[in-house]
């Protein structure tokens, strides 16, 4: 069956570590991955997108990296701070997913804490 | 620019009540969502609107329905909630999702059926 798996339900770290989030997938061939950013109670903000194509993104502080060898999407965050606190998602659109334009599947994601 | 926007925010419902979300987006996108996040689940789609006119099924459509009634508008209508139902519910927008542009959110939607 088809998966995106988020394997931390929830990383602790110490401010000024970096933070490194996994997402693995399995029986899909994403055309792309993104990477979103979601606070208590408010809905997910996009951060970063990779394609299949691209083995790096970086941005700020932010860093994805993408193995479709692999199947997995690290999402990296150097020198974390406390406001980095929230959960992150990953999602993907299957290059293989027909005419449909609506399907892109998040992973149930991971809560990051970054303690001072 | 407000981006997307959906009303109301917090509602109860009693189970067999019917009401209806209502989302707008500003930004002339195509493409409409209607998302619903449980603990444990992560985000799942409900229904979808590739333009203006057209809706399609997502991932757990059964118990609601959708209306685009403009390129700006995308409701979803509860007909006879369940306890079920309950859960936290998200608008989103996009443009050409297949082209790599990115989906941009609403603030979410909390609704509890008793």
């Known amino acids: 069956s088809q998966k995106i798996e988020q394997n ?5 770290i110490q401010e000024g570590k970096t933070a490194t989030l996994t997402c693995n997938y399995t029986n899909y061939s994403p055309a792309y991955l993104q990477w979103y ?23 700020e502080r932010l860093k994805v990296t993408f193995d479709t060898t692999l199947k997995q999407s690290l999402f990296h965050i150097t020198a974390s701070q406390p406001a980095d606190s929230a959960t992150y998602l990953c999602a993907l659109i299957p290059s ?8 892109l599947i998040f992973g149930k994601g991971t809560k990051l804490s970054v303690k001072p | 620019n407000a ?28 493409s409409m969502y209607w998302y619903r996040q449980d603990p444990g689940m992560g985000l799942r789609l409900i229904y979808y609107s590739a333009s203006e006119g057209t809706t399609d099924k997502g991932e757990v459509p059964n118990g609601y329905n959708v209306s685009r009634l403009n390129k700006r508008e995308f409701s979803l ?31 979410g939607s909390w609704l509890t059926v008793v």
């Open chain 1, 37 to 59: 950013r979601q606070d208590p109670g408010r809905g997910p903000v996009f951060l970063l997108l990779i394609r299949e194509n691209e083995k790096e993104k970086r941005k």
């Open chain 1, 8 to 12: 931390s339900e929830a990383l602790n």
């Open chain 1, 96 to 103: 293989n997913y027909g005419g449909s334009q609506g399907n």
């Open chain 2, 77 to 107: 209508r509860l007909e006879s909630a369940a306890p079920s139902q309950t859960s936290v519910y998200f608008c989103a927008s996009s443009v050409k999702l297949r082209s790599g542009k990115t989906i941009y959110f609403g603030e």
């Open chain 2, 3 to 30: 981006g997307v926007t959906q009303t109301p925010k917090f509602q109860v419902l009693k189970t067999g009540q019917s009401m209806t979300l209502q989302c707008a987006q500003d930004m002339n996108h195509n």
